[in-house]
């Protein structure tokens, strides 16, 4: 379902899920203009369209079938896809950068001796976090989302991204989730390739190096 939401007098955003069909997008479009006319007309609207891929001749039929007529104008399109984000500048469109960087807070325990950057919220398609000790992230972390870590990495949510924890040759880091999705994860000099049928495939595990081999285990019990 696409989602209106407003953020403030006469400005409004429009967030299209990455997972909706063509079809379903256009239908969601048509009934915001049957429902909604009298919010869009005249309206700022920023267009979120979140990590789906989106072709030049697609987004002209966004433009063309639900923002022409809804009589409302574009601010700005959030889009973390590369190639949907160069096919809007190449049209002439802004592209909003506040989806582009993901913005981490860097926490420091002297008393640990623990540098961690937290990053809350879901790390999308074409984000990258890369920080000099642990990172935390407290949400998914999406499929062409990735992560570069010198130290641990836990991801309080579905990893679907590529993780690379001791990214600098360190294979005694570990790595933390509630949702293994991804085919493959790095630790230090390692690869480990994932199959969709292992037993720890959507599962709370915990990914380590043990005798030169990546090991998958259960979540740590507390």
């Not at 890369?130 to 998914?140: A, K």
Request: aromatic share 6%; hydrophobic share 40%; net charge neutral.
């Amino acid at each position: 379902m696409i989602q209106l939401k407003g953020r403030q007098a006469g400005s409004l955003k429009c967030i299209v899920p990455a997972d909706m069909s063509e079809r379903q997008m256009f239908d969601g479009f048509a009934s915001l203009l049957s429902t909604g006319s009298s919010l869009l007309n005249g309206s700022e609207i920023v267009i979120d369209l979140q990590e789906r891929r989106f072709s030049p001749s697609l987004l002209t039929k966004i433009w063309k079938s639900f923002i022409e007529p809804s009589g409302s104008s574009i601010s700005y399109w959030i889009v973390t896809d590369n190639d949907s984000r160069a096919s809007l500048e190449r049209m002439g469109f802004k592209v909003s950068p506040e989806d582009a960087t993901p913005v981490a807070v860097p926490v420091r325990s002297d008393a640990l001796g623990v540098d961690a950057c937290v990053y809350f919220g879901t790390l999308r398609g074409g984000q990258k976090i890369s920080h000099t000790g642990d990172v935390i992230v407290i949400g998914n972390v999406n499929q062409g989302a990735e992560i570069a870590a010198k130290g641990d990495v836990t991801i309080i949510g579905r990893l679907n991204g590529l993780v690379h924890a001791g990214c600098c040759g360190d294979d005694a880091m570990i790595i933390l989730t509630r949702s293994l999705e991804a085919g493959q994860i790095r630790i230090g000099t390692k690869v480990g390739i994932i199959d969709r049928d292992s037993p720890y495939w959507g599962k709370e595990v915990s990914i380590q190096i043990s005798n030169g081999n990546v090991q998958v285990l259960p979540w740590p019990a507390l």
